[in-house]
């Protein structure tokens, strides 16, 4: 990856990047009050299960789809997952997520992109468009190699939600670090099989994230947005 490439996908995983990740909770705000998380072990579990089995693994497929219908101009099939993705969403919770960041994210890409005969790729975001997609298209646009962006993808997902236990459980920050870190291994190991999944393979056992995010959605009290 070159220098630009690199400084970019830096910057579109950065933590301050107005998106409101960082309130989401992705229903560990439930599983914490419950006692299903209560350390870092039990987060790390957790999270290890989500990138195997879970949900995250198969949107990550739906980003790789999304990357090459961008770098096709195809538009049918950017559509097609964006729509995918949407329904694939359990809950009203994590769908309100997907496309409200997606939103914010569509929105700063129009900022940043504006002027810079950037219309015909613009033209190509959907205008309903999931944080999946909105992400495949900028750095597809950004000529950001599919290995890297998809690497850069799942870290930026463990890093909100390695933070989110950090406040809920609550960890220390030298904890979260070594837990992210201990990912490394993992993340390199599965980016290659979720680039090369089929269509049919696209599938997930998410029902302990949809169970808990329903009970998150009624918990009386909370810090994250449900």
């Known amino acids: 990856m070159s220098q630009k490439s690199l400084l970019l996908l830096l910057q579109l995983c950065n933590s301050s990047l ?3 990740a960082y309130s989401y909770s992705d229903a560990i705000e439930s599983l914490v009050e419950k006692k299903v998380i209560c350390d870092g072990v039990s987060l790390y579990q957790w999270l290890k299960n989500e990138l195997i ?12 789809r999304g990357y090459h219908g961008f770098m096709n101009s ?12 949407i329904a694939s969403r359990e809950t009203s919770e994590l769908r309100e997520q997907t496309l409200q960041m997606g939103k914010s994210l569509r929105r700063l890409i129009v900022s940043l992109e ?6 015909s790729f613009l033209n190509l975001l959907p205008q309903r468009c999931s944080y999946t997609i909105a992400f495949s298209g900028i750095v597809s646009y950004w000529q950001i190699p599919l290995e890297d962006a998809l690497l850069g993808y799942l ?4 890093n909100n939600l ?4 950090i406040k809920l459980i609550p960890l220390g920050q030298t904890e979260g670090q070594k837990i992210l870190l201990q990912f490394n291994d993992l993340l390199k190991e599965i980016s290659p099989d979720i ?11 998410s029902w302990g994230l949809s169970m808990a995010s329903m009970h998150h959605e009624t918990l009386y009290s909370r810090l994250f947005r449900s």
């Open 18 to 20: 107005p998106l409101g």
């Open 53 to 64: 089995y879970g949900s995250i693994k198969m949107e990550a497929g739906i980003f790789v």
């Open 74 to 85: 195809d538009q049918d099939k950017i559509n097609y997952w964006n729509n995918w993705l």
């Open 114 to 119: 504006k002027g810079n005969d950037s219309q």
């Open 155 to 158: 870290h930026s997902w463990l």
């Open 162 to 165: 390695i933070g989110v236990g």
């Open 195 to 205: 680039i090369n999944l089929k269509d049919e393979e696209l599938n997930c056992c």
